[in-house]
Nanobody, 117 residues
Framework: VQLQASGGGLVQAGESLRLSCVTS????????MGWARQAPGKRREVVAS???????TYIDSVKGRFTISRNNAVNTMYLQMNNLKPEDTAVYFC????????????WGQGTLVTVSS
């Protein structure tokens, strides 16, 4: 599975960004997919995931601000990020095969999100 993320950039606190992830290859349509991030000096964490039926989960720090969605017809997943905070600064990865907050499948290349205060 190939995962191509885009949409990162530099924004100010309170602004919004939308990340996109185009998938290709031997997809398993029943897999939950998600977005993970790695901030400088910190471990990677899955911030949001979505099942093939549209059920979503989020970590507490992004609830109410981030929205994950997927369009299986065009093999694309999104992460709408609103009211961004400096602590959201990280490299964001789209990932495949998320179970209980762990990535058991493939990782895409990252896209950098920088939020200035």
């Amino acid at each position: 599975v190939q995962l191509q993320a885009s949409g990162g950039g530099l924004v100010q606190a309170g602004e919004s960004l939308r990340l996109s992830c185009v998938t290709s290859g031997n997809m398993k349509p029943r897999n939950a997919m998600g977005w993970a991030r790695q901030a400088p000096g910190k471990r990677r964490e899955v911030v949001a995931s979505i099942t093939d039926t549209g059920s979503t989960t989020y970590i507490d720090s992004v609830k109410g601000r981030f929205t994950i969605s997927r369009n299986n017809a065009v093999n694309t997943m999104y992460l709408q990020m609103n009211n961004l905070k400096p602590e959201d600064t990280a490299v964001y990865f789209c990932v495949d095969g998320v179970i209980a907050g762990r990535v058991l499948g493939d990782w895409g290349q990252g896209t950098l999100v920088t939020v200035s205060s």
